[in-house]
């Protein structure tokens, strides 16, 4: 029988009436206003980190300050080593060919390899496939590898490390114990291998202010200052607790109440 043409026995209760769509029945649900149901979650601005920096800057040391503040991942050589156990090969090898642009590699390396499959391109198929799973993952920082241009641009606060050389070059020096000529050396062969390799890949050139949210000096900041600024951006993209649509009660104590 319809709705229309039902009508209830005469020893049967009727059924409760409503007003404007609410139910008097005590514990009926109450539906959601057009504004509730129409409102957005509110999600963070930011759900990763993309570092980009010139070598000898300290972008690494960065990277792993705002993880630890942040309690976020850090993929750097960690990237290597991932890529090396899904190709099987030595992480030395991979360590080669990590951000170098494919014109590079071919003139360099394929003449000494005899494998038939040109391992750049494997490289760069898995390096995609994990800085694209790891943007989906979410509260995580990925250093180099141009993962800025990788990243949904969106979600992603993408930092550019700076520092003058003299700085850069004294860094290097102490790291892996050369003369402070020779790091400064390494340091521009690293950055030109780097800058060509974002520009082969991604047509954007690595040094341009305007790729990047923010541009820090960490010789000018230093390490620490500019881990925070980094920690501060993320915290302020996040969403505020949106305060209760009531009051509280107050639970007033004892020695208040006889105060009273």
């Known amino acids: 029988m319809s709705a229309a043409g039902f009508r209830p026995r005469p020893d049967e209760p009727a059924p409760a009436q409503s007003h404007r769509g609410w139910s008097f029945w005590p514990f009926a649900r109450r539906p959601l206003s057009r504004e509730t149901a129409s409102s957005p979650v509110p999600v963070a601005r930011f759900r990763n980190v993309a570092i980009s920096r010139e070598a000898g800057a300290g ?5 792993r300050l705002v993880g630890t503040r942040l309690n976020w991942k850090v993929y750097d050589h960690e990237l290597i080593e991932a890529i090396a156990q899904r190709m099987e090969r030595p992480t030395d090898d991979v360590r080669a060919l990590d951000e170098l642009a494919p014109s590079m590699v071919q003139d360099w390396l394929l003449p000494h390899l005899e494998e038939r499959y040109a391992p750049q391109e494997a490289y760069l198929d898995h390096l995609a496939k994990l800085v694209e799973a790891i943007g989906r993952a979410g509260d995580s920082i990925v250093v180099g590898r141009a993962a800025g241009f990788l990243l949904p641009r969106n979600e992603t606060l993408s930092i ?3 520092a003058p050389m003299r700085a850069r070059a004294a860094r290097m020096a ?6 402070v000529r020779t790091a400064r050396r390494a340091a521009r062969d690293l950055d030109r291998r780097r800058a060509h390799f974002t520009r082969v890949m991604h047509r954007v050139y690595e040094n341009d202010a305007h790729n990047y949210d923010l541009v820090i000096d960490s010789d000018s900041l230093g390490i620490p200052m500019a881990a925070e600024l980094i920690v501060r951006a993320i915290e302020f993209g996040r969403p505020a607790i949106r ?5 509280l009660p107050l639970r007033a104590d004892k020695a208040s109440r006889d105060v009273s």
């Open 59 to 63: 972008g690494g040391a960065i990277g």
């Open 160 to 162: 550019r490390v700076v």
């Open 174 to 179: 102490e790291r892996i114990g050369v003369s």
């Open 243 to 247: 305060p209760l649509p009531f009051p």
